[in-house]
């Protein structure tokens, strides 16, 4: 799997939109970009994934650069409960491994 | 539909003791996943299981820990004779099918104290 590079923290404010980035340059053709978060002392939640194109669910938007190397989560309201532990992972569809690395802290304030 | 239930939620264990942690996939779903997640690190593969078979344990310690999915009943994973390096905590994810552009649902893990 490719790997990614996320800043370590970031903080945003309550309301304010939040926009994570990921680098992924090394990305292959094949694999997809998913995104998943960690609130404190619970399991990790899914929140949204791509290949190419841009996409958006309840939760949030997923913007993919048109070269594919890099990516933005982009939480349109952040509120407090948003405050977690945000991964990037890349892998080839169908592979069964989410490879974890670091991933960034937000931290919302009010 | 419930979630990826998982218990017990906390154990404690004495050293040489035995762990036993259950994981009870989402209704449907047929594809068990365990991760260990050591204290301040991010969560690490351990196994892949399908309904009594292992379908890769690449990242399993080879000895003391072992896993398996019956036809029926839940995913156990078992830890024999815990040492305090094995305090983690220990999440189950779940999938209907192994197919592409699919996600992974977690359950909110074991949190295992060896003490």
């Known amino acids: 799997d490719a790997k990614t590079t996320q800043p370590t923290s970031m903080d945003c404010a309550e309301g304010r939109a939040a926009n994570l980035p990921c680098n992924h340059s090394t990305i292959s053709g094949n694999e997809y970009v998913y995104w998943y978060r960690q609130i404190h002392s619970q399991g990790p939640q899914y929140i949204i994934h791509?290949?190419?194109n841009n996409e958006t669910n309840e939760m949030a938007s997923l913007i993919i650069t048109e070269d594919r190397k890099s990516s933005t989560l982009i939480l349109p309201h952040a509120t407090l409960r948003d405050t977690a532990v945000y991964y990037c992972i890349v892998r080839v569809g169908g592979d069964y491994k989410l490879s974890f690395g670091a991933g960034t802290t937000v931290t919302v304030r009010a | 539909n419930a979630g990826v239930m998982q218990n017990p939620r906390h154990l404690v264990r004495r050293r040489g003791q035995e762990a036993r942690l259950r994981c009870s996939p989402m209704?449907?779903?047929?594809?068990v996943y365990w991760y260990r997640q050591l204290p301040e690190e991010g969560l690490k593969f351990m196994v892949y299981?399908?309904?009594?078979?292992?379908?890769?344990e690449s990242g399993m310690p080879k000895e003391r820990f072992s896993a398996e999915f019956p036809k029926e009943g839940p995913s156990i994973l078992r830890i024999q004779q815990v040492v305090r390096g094995d305090s983690a905590a220990y999440f189950c994810?779940?999938?209907?099918?192994?197919?592409?552009?699919?996600?992974?649902?977690f359950g909110q893990g074991t949190r295992l104290t060896v003490v």
């Open positions: 791509g290949l190419k």
């Open positions: 299981l399908q309904k009594e078979n292992i379908i890769d």
């Open positions: 994810a779940s999938s209907p099918q192994q197919v592409e552009n699919t996600e992974a649902f």
């Open positions: 209704k449907g779903h047929s594809h």
